[in-house]
């Protein structure tokens, strides 16, 4: 029998108020999933494309210029060490939040709201998330610029204008168009990456011996925890780019026991791992400015299109050079801000729908990031990189910890948590104080250090202590609460599992009566007062509440 419910048609019932406002509102959810689980019939790529799709948003250049701050303030075993020291968190954290979202095909804000935060209370890490997006893709836009200026003579005020405006044809399309563009230019990009490192090391093997004993400007060479910890605290902002990862990886296949090893193969690669080759891009940073360092000196050494000149011009003919370095910039800045642009256009339309119950399309968010990454670009964000991101990594840690605390130990340890992700209105509750309360905590302590409100020595801690009290202060929560705040009803009102046999999301259709469109089953919920079914986004923005399922 089928599940697809027979109904009035849509126009002979009255539309609720803040319903999705017309059909181009309801076909853009649908061409990429805003909002929503992203549902079996769409997901048609195979794990290696879905994995090559999101490893090439990895091709960003922040990690040599990141990677190069850090060694030239600290040195090449503080910054080695602090590259490590991060990457192992990243990984640890990232692998179960890159599995929730493959096997259950969600995006980060949506996994959030089941693991510890409520419905209302992920719009806080969604926040967090969509700043991350605008402030990484200023800082890939201020490297593109300045790849312009070197290689055009444009004025980097143009450049940021040009950086910022050529990804929006291709944001347009979403995920069609982002694994077309990422699966074609990887090859290209990975050439001009690695071949001039090669060539600069085989020539002259004296340059790895420089580059390891390089003893930083504020040192003298030796290992230094608190170094190696505000270097960490640096290489840790980058913590939240596992959202990105999951904004593909919620596109990957049904896991079954044909495809079981690809499957995990593309989950473990490209969710946490990306984290390697981000890593070892933060070391051939280091490696780079030490070797161009001096020529260009300190203030130029930390930027990608100067080291890539360096490092094209032991190799390359004088006026091929700047032509080689500026094509690989524009190509990596074009890969990685088409990703910043789609994630960010995600997060913040979540975060305005939820609160304001109105979905006015993807694509006016896209312009909302594309403005904020614009203003911080004229205000030249690069010559106060570090700063910045070490803000902004006690956040970053603070919710990401939270969640994969909650995934690993509340759910499979404590048993507190539903193993299972829920993310629609009506089965949640507005605020889970478990992550909430472990979010604002971790956080707000961790900011305090680093602006030395609780001391000098402790500052250079504050990466260490957002983790440290994300990772206690979230099961003591939940067994505080005993759970109570995880759902507001357990049975949404349809029969059928939201599950197959297999363990993977149901496929089974139905309409919702609101917008007459069909989903599948995962993301639909009974509707009591019309005795039939709606689907997560019409949830959404029902501002009335009579599609909301009682307690």
């Not at 904020?372 to 902004?392: H, K, R, V």
């Amino acid at each position: 029998m089928s599940t697809t419910q027979s109904r009035p048609s849509a126009a002979t019932e009255p539309e609720p108020d803040g319903a999705p406002q017309g059909g181009g509102a309801v076909r853009e959810t649908l061409e990429d999933y805003t909002l929503r689980f992203a549902p079996r019939s769409y997901r048609r790529w195979t794990p290696m494309v879905v994995a090559t799709t999101a490893l090439g948003g990895i091709a960003y250049m922040a990690d040599f210029s990141i990677g190069a701050g850090i060694g030239l303030s600290h040195g090449t075993g503080n910054a080695l060490l602090a590259i490590g020291v991060a990457a192992v968190l990243i990984f640890v954290t990232g692998f179960p939040l890159a599995y929730y979202g493959a096997r259950y095909n969600l995006d980060l804000d949506l996994i959030t709201r089941g693991a510890g935060f409520g419905y209302f209370g992920s719009v806080l890490t969604s926040v967090i998330f969509a700043s991350f997006t605008f402030i990484f893709f200023a800082l890939e836009g201020s490297i593109m610029a300045q790849g312009l200026k070197l290689g055009l003579h444009l004025p980097l005020w143009i450049g940021y204008l040009v950086s910022t405006f050529m990804v929006i044809p291709l944001v347009i399309y979403g995920m069609k168009a982002l694994s077309k563009l990422q699966v074609w230019t990887t090859p290209v990009w990975l050439l001009l990456m690695v071949g001039p490192l090669v060539y600069v090391v085989a020539e002259d093997p004296g340059t790895v011996d420089r580059f390891l004993a390089y003893a930083g400007t504020s040192g003298d060479g030796g290992i230094n925890t608190a170094s190696v910890l505000l270097g960490a605290g640096v290489c840790l902002s980058l913590i939240a780019q596992i959202g990105e990862q999951i904004d593909y990886l919620r596109f990957m296949p049904p896991r079954t026991d044909k495809n079981r090893r690809a499957w995990w193969t593309a989950v473990v690669m490209a969710g946490p791992g990306w984290v390697v080759l981000g890593a070892l891009k933060q070391a051939i940073g280091v490696f780079l400015a030490v070797y161009i360092l001096s020529g260009v000196g300190p203030a130029a050494a930390t930027e990608p299109i100067q080291q890539f000149r360096g490092a094209f011009d032991a190799m390359m003919p004088s006026w091929l050079v700047v032509p080689l370095a500026v094509v690989l910039v524009v190509i990596s800045q074009i890969k990685i801000n088409v990703t910043n642009a789609y994630s960010g256009s995600l997060a913040w339309t979540n975060s305005f729908t939820r609160v304001t119950r109105r979905y006015p399309g993807r694509m006016v968010f896209v312009l909302v990031n594309l403005g904020f990454a614009l203003a911080l670009m004229e205000a030249d964000m690069f010559s106060f990189l570090n700063d910045i991101l070490s803000f902004y990594s006690n956040c970053a840690i603070a919710w990401v910890v939270t969640v994969a605390t909650d995934i690993m130990v509340n759910k499979y340890v404590l048993k507190l948590s539903p193993l299972q992700p829920e993310f629609r209105r009506g089965m949640l509750y507005a605020v889970n104080p478990v992550g909430v309360v472990s979010f604002v905590a971790a956080s707000g302590l961790s900011i305090a250090m680093y602006f030395h409100a609780l001391g000098d020595t402790l500052q250079p801690y504050s990466p260490v202590a957002a983790v440290v009290i994300a990772f206690v202060l979230t099961p003591v929560m939940a067994l505080m609460t005993r759970g109570k705040y995880y759902l507001r009803r357990t049975d949404d009102g349809i029969a059928e599992p939201l599950l197959d046999e297999s363990g993977n999301p149901s496929a089974s259709p139905y309409t919702c009566h609101v917008c007459a469109q069909e989903y599948e089953r995962p993301d639909v919920t009974a509707c009591v007062t019309h005795e039939a079914h709606v689907c997560s986004l019409c949830l959404s923005t029902d501002r009335s509440g009579e599609h909301v399922l009682p307690v």
